[in-house]
């Protein structure tokens, strides 16, 4: 079967550093996406990943191993405002499948303390 | 950002009545999907649409559930007749291509079926 799993919570001390871990078993992986969303909004687009390694993007960086099925996001320098759920999303299928067929993870509530 | 309009934002309605909850997607995507997420769980994909037509649907796309966008207007999910299980909070999404990497969500329609 399909299933994305993630921690439920996250806390971390402002200005230190957050890793958001995700784990999938799936068949026909075809890249992993992380979205930040907040309380009653949008979930919004953060990062995409489709090769082994680390890909870094200034504040967030991500980090895939097909191998193990396992990804993280890391936040660096965390500020308070950076306290959200984080979703993993998993793109299942061939190129042909459309890009909107995600498998969701439940989510990282990330707190962030002073 | 380009922004992804959902209406309404909450709706409570009885079981057996229909709903129909709107979507007003990012004004150059060509691709539109919806999204189900149930109190405390992850989002699952319903159903993408493109073209004027349904490209894929999950086993939670019942046969009670349509969609469509009338000449370029809003991109609708139908729900006829709603049962209390359809209580949830739709997720809408767009995107410009079938092969990119982002979704552009809106904040989602609180529906509660009594």
């Known amino acids: 079967g399909q299933g994305v799993e993630q921690p439920a919570k996250l806390m971390s001390v402002e200005g230190t550093f957050a890793r958001v871990n995700c784990t999938y078993s799936t068949s026909g992986f075809n890249g992993l996406s992380w979205y930040q969303q907040r309380e009653g909004q949008a979930p919004v687009f953060l990062s995409y990943v489709v090769l082994d390694g680390l890909k870094d993007s200034g504040h967030f960086s991500t980090f895939l191993s097909r191998s193990n099925g396992y990804s993280y996001l890391l936040l660096t320098e965390l500020q308070i405002k950076d306290s959200a759920s984080y979703l993993c999303a998993v793109r299942i299928g061939d190129r042909g499948s459309a890009l909107g067929r995600l498998h969701f993870g439940a989510g990282t509530q990330l707190i962030v303390i002073p | 950002g380009p922004k992804v309009l959902q209406i309404p934002s909450h709706q409570i309605i009885d079981m057996g009545q229909m709903v129909t909850l709107n979507c007003d997607p990012v004004?150059?995507?060509?691709?539109f999907y919806w999204y189900k997420q149930i109190l405390g769980q992850q989002m699952e994909f319903l159903v993408n649409?493109?073209?004027?037509?349904?490209?894929?649907k999950s086993k939670l796309f019942k046969d009670q559930f349509s969609v469509e966008r009338p000449d370029g207007s809003y991109f609708t999910l139908k729900i006829q007749p709603t049962a209390l299980e359809d209580s949830a909070v739709y997720f809408c999404?767009?995107?410009?291509?079938?092969?990119?990497?982002?979704?552009?969500f809106g904040e989602g329609s609180r529906l509660i079926v009594v």
């Open positions: 004004s150059n995507h060509l691709y």
């Open positions: 649409f493109y073209n004027g037509k349904v490209m894929e």
């Open positions: 999404a767009s995107s410009l291509q079938n092969s990119g990497n982002t979704l552009y």
